[in-house]
């Protein structure tokens, strides 16, 4: 059975094998992978990726959510998002959602995270999600705090990545600050 979350606009679903040509180019297109922290250099680190999300939606205890995004309206391939629980810290998950530069400005990464913030919390029962984004990248952050996470700092030039040392903002919201939130 496929896993789907539902929004106004979008439907987050788990891959398919036809999306693979749609990880590629995502992968492939450097104007998408400029800021994105997942290694995605190759065909084989592509497929391994995909694979991953694909064996991780055939799990009844899933602790990785590598999903599809597509407008509901057309069907179209929109991007693809990530919740990640943490191994060591069951309690606590990390978020991202890259997209297909047409659909960048429509407003659909913030239905991305506020659907995953109400997966996370009200369904999964987590205490903690953060997400994280290159300082340089001021539209993810924008996104972030838009829907309510907290800045908790920036690591400097912590990994090399493609052509030069990034650093990385990490943002966070706790179960009772999603609570008040909605309140």
């Known amino acids: 059975m496929v896993f789907s979350l539902?929004?106004?606009r979008?439907?987050?679903?788990?891959l398919?094998?036809?999306d693979l040509v749609h990880i590629q180019s995502i992968a492939n297109?450097?104007?998408?992978m400029k800021y994105v922290f997942i290694w995605l250099?190759?065909?084989?680190?592509i497929n391994d990726f995909f694979q991953y999300a694909i064996s991780e939606s055939r799990k009844q205890n899933r602790s990785g959510y590598?999903?599809?995004v597509r407008v509901k309206s057309t069907f179209d391939f929109a991007g693809f998002l990530l919740l990640e629980i943490d191994t060591d810290q069951p309690t606590t998950a990390e978020v991202g959602c890259i997209l297909r530069p047409q659909f960048w400005k429509s407003g659909y990464a913030t239905e991305v995270l506020q659907t995953l913030l109400l997966f996370g919390f009200d369904t999964l029962k987590l205490h903690r999600i953060y997400g994280k984004c290159d300082e340089l990248n001021l539209a993810s952050a924008h996104v972030l705090e838009k829907c309510g996470l907290i800045y908790e700092g920036t690591i400097r030039e912590h990994v090399w990545l493609r052509d030069h040392w990034r650093s990385t903002r990490y943002y966070g919201m706790l179960i009772n600050e999603y609570q008040k939130e909605r309140h």
Not at 10 to 14: G, N, P, Q, T
Not at 29 to 32: E, G, H, N, S, V
Not at 41 to 45: C, D, I, R, V
Request: proline content about 0%; overall charge negative.
């Open 29 to 32: 297109d450097r104007k998408i």
């Open 6 to 8: 539902v929004t106004n």
């Open 16 to 18: 398919n094998e036809n």
């Open 10 to 14: 979008l439907i987050l679903e788990d």
């Open 66 to 68: 590598i999903l599809a």
């Open 41 to 45: 250099e190759n065909n084989e680190q």
